[in-house]
């Protein structure tokens, strides 16, 4: 079992930034690729950002040039830095990690970005 542990949500102006944490425990090993997944309220669960263990990154359009997905495999540890944040990027934001066939989740972390 892995265990997925998020922080760093919370309530932002327009044009702000914050910066998601996702840390991992418990079998660890042979995690390949590790992400994040944002759901808005009344919609449906999309994915933001992946990361490969060996740091190769990929974005959806929306968030590219915006957001920022990086890890530190010694921490077992997935980031999300997220600048010039809108409205829209109101969501809960869901890490994630991919283990053989396995994929597993944390339990969500609210952000809000005011107008």
């Known amino acids: 079992q892995v265990q997925l542990v998020e922080s760093g949500g919370g309530l932002v102006q327009a044009g702000g930034s914050l910066r998601l944490s996702c840390a991992a425990s418990g079998s660890i090993f042979s995690i390949n690729v590790m992400g994040w997944y944002r759901q808005a309220p009344g919609k449906q669960r999309k994915l933001v950002a992946t990361?490969?263990?060996?740091?190769?990154?990929n974005y959806v359009d929306s968030v590219k040039g915006r957001f920022t997905i990086s890890r530190d495999n010694a921490k077992n540890t997935v980031y999300l830095q997220m600048n010039s944040l809108q409205p829209e990027d109101t969501a809960v934001y869901f890490c994630?990690?991919?283990?053989?066939?396995?994929?597993?989740w944390g339990q969500g972390t609210q952000v809000t970005v005011s107008s």
């Open positions: 994630y990690a991919d283990r053989t066939v396995v994929r597993y």
């Open positions: 990361v490969t263990s060996g740091g190769s990154a």
